[in-house]
């Protein structure tokens, strides 16, 4: 993580998100096993109950990067999407 370290906000941050990983492996060791599916996919929420995407590189295939990355996709090309019902 060494891009971490050369932005202080991003280090404060992942320090923050260490230290809440070991908060919740203290109140439940089992934790990690334990912890409901996350409805969104990302693996951050659910561990952490939160999404950071600003600190998070740690899944290329990431669905929620994936998402973001087709929108914009379709967005700069002026594509829409039509759903038959």
């Known amino acids: 993580m060494s891009w ?3 932005d ?7 320090l923050a998100l260490m230290e809440l ?5 203290m109140a439940n060791p089992n934790h990690i096993n ?3 599916k996350s409805t969104n996919g990302c693996w951050m929420d659910q561990i952490y109950g939160m999404m950071r995407c ?7 295939q990431c669905p929620v990067r994936e ?5 914009e ?3 700069k090309n ?6 038959n019902s």
């Open 21 to 25: 990983g070991v908060k919740l492996n």
């Open 34 to 36: 334990e912890v409901k």
């Open 8 to 14: 202080a906000k991003r280090r404060k941050d992942i």
């Open 54 to 60: 600003d600190i998070c590189d740690l899944n290329d």
């Open 78 to 83: 002026n594509i829409t999407i039509e759903k």
């Open 4 to 6: 971490g370290i050369e």
């Open 73 to 75: 996709y379709l967005q």
């Open 67 to 71: 998402e973001q990355e087709w929108q």
